[in-house]
């Protein structure tokens, strides 16, 4: 059994090395590029048809600054925001989004994915985006998930706990 389970070992080991199992993808270098996609949103009266999103990341002369630019193109129409991502901490994961109109939205790294949380006028919105690799192909899967500070319940005898109940979630598989 024991031989088995080296054998088994260095086969992974070897397999990893031959590039049969994908590195993890860097944050934000191995990010780098223009990437679309169509945003799938719940129906509501105002939107009349498809949105696509982009996401073009790029490097600065800041090597702690990245250009961060987000498009979303509606019928409706078309939407830039000029963003640049900081690199706050690398080594802690801890970054901001930095629009450039005097709000900075931290952000953190976790297991390959970005995440910020913020609100806004009453919403509370959750953002995760990640880089995916998967035979031979890359996307950045991004999620935004909405909950209304009026829809929120409160309960719990010992301690006050505030469920924050999702109201949207929208969705984009971005590639290259």
Same mark, same amino acid.
């Given at each position: ?53 982009? =996401? ?57 994915? =970005? ?15 990640? =880089? ?41 598989? =971005?590639?290259?």
């Amino acid at each position: 059994m024991r031989a088995l389970h080296a054998a088994i070992l260095v086969f992974a080991a070897s397999a990893a090395l031959a590039g049969c199992a994908p590195p993890r993808a860097r944050f934000p270098d191995d990010w780098i590029g223009s990437w679309r996609g169509e945003l799938e949103m719940p129906p509501t009266a105002a939107s009349k048809g498809p949105v696509v999103m982009e =996401l073009a990341i790029a490097r600065t002369d800041d090597p702690d600054r990245y250009g961060w630019t987000i498009v979303y193109d509606a019928p409706e129409g078309r939407q830039v925001r000029a963003y640049e991502l900081i690199a706050r901490d690398r080594a802690a994961g801890r970054y901001a989004t930095d629009e450039r109109n005097g709000i900075v939205l931290e952000a953190r790294e976790v297991g390959g994915a =970005l995440y910020s949380w913020f609100a806004i006028a009453g919403s509370n919105i959750l953002v995760r985006e990640e =880089l995916v690799r998967e035979a031979g192909a890359e996307r950045i899967e991004v999620e935004f998930v909405t909950a209304l500070d009026r829809d929120t319940v409160t309960t719990g005898p010992n301690a006050e706990v505030r469920s924050l109940v999702p109201v949207s979630v929208q969705r984009a598989s =971005l590639r290259r």
